[in-house]
């Protein structure tokens, strides 16, 4: 180690888009701490006072976390964007048949392809766990594939309600933050 100082690794969980870090939140990793120094809680007190919601992390279990939170997030708005490009899907067509989800979706695929190409790559390349989210994702996407080409209603409404089940109550307060969020959008058209 080239020095004895404290390390203290930390994550902020926005971009630099934001405007006000009362109520970001930051990942925290004390990674190595002097004997006797304050620096931990001098820079918890810190984030605190700028009013940010601070969590106490590991390495391994943020790399787990995040592998879901960026990697597979990411990773399956990289498939959706390369799959429209690959199907020469006219935007502006489907933007005059579009429906609030679908005008949502594309907002947030296209959003991500007017960014950092270096930033996404860093972060999905990164993490260790990306090998298991990228096979989950292709298992995932084969078994809604073999459920659709086979027409079976009842195997893809049997499989839809395991995935309902795993959501459990958070389904029924995603349904309704991401109508609100819809019902703003189209307000705004």
């Known amino acids: 180690s080239a020095t004895e100082a404290s390390v203290i690794d930390t994550h902020p969980l926005f971009g630099p ?21 304050n620096w931990l809680q001098w820079l918890c007190q810190m984030y605190r006072g700028a ?4 969590l106490e992390t590991t390495p391994e279990d943020h790399d787990r976390v995040m592998s879901v939170v960026q990697v597979l997030t990411h990773f399956s708005t990289e498939v959706l964007g390369r799959t429209m490009q690959k199907l020469g899907v006219s935007i502006d067509e489907t ?12 907002l947030m695929t296209a959003r991500h392809f007017a960014q950092s190409p270096d930033l996404y790559g860093a972060i999905e390349m990164s993490n260790p766990n990306t090998p298991q989210v990228v096979d989950a994702f292709r298992a995932a996407a084969e078994e809604f594939e073999s459920l659709l080409l086979a027409n079976d209603q009842d195997a893809f409404s049997e499989t839809f309600q395991e995935v309902t089940n795993f959501f459990g109550p958070f389904a029924d307060t995603a349904l309704r933050e991401s109508t609100y969020l819809i019902d703003r959008m189209v307000e705004r058209s």
């Open 17 to 37: 888009s934001v405007h006000s870090l009362q109520g970001q939140r930051m990942a925290i990793t004390p990674g190595r701490l002097v004997p006797g120094s």
């Open 95 to 106: 933007l005059a048949f579009t429906s609030p989800i679908y005008h949502l979706e594309l």
């Open 51 to 54: 009013g940010m919601m601070l």
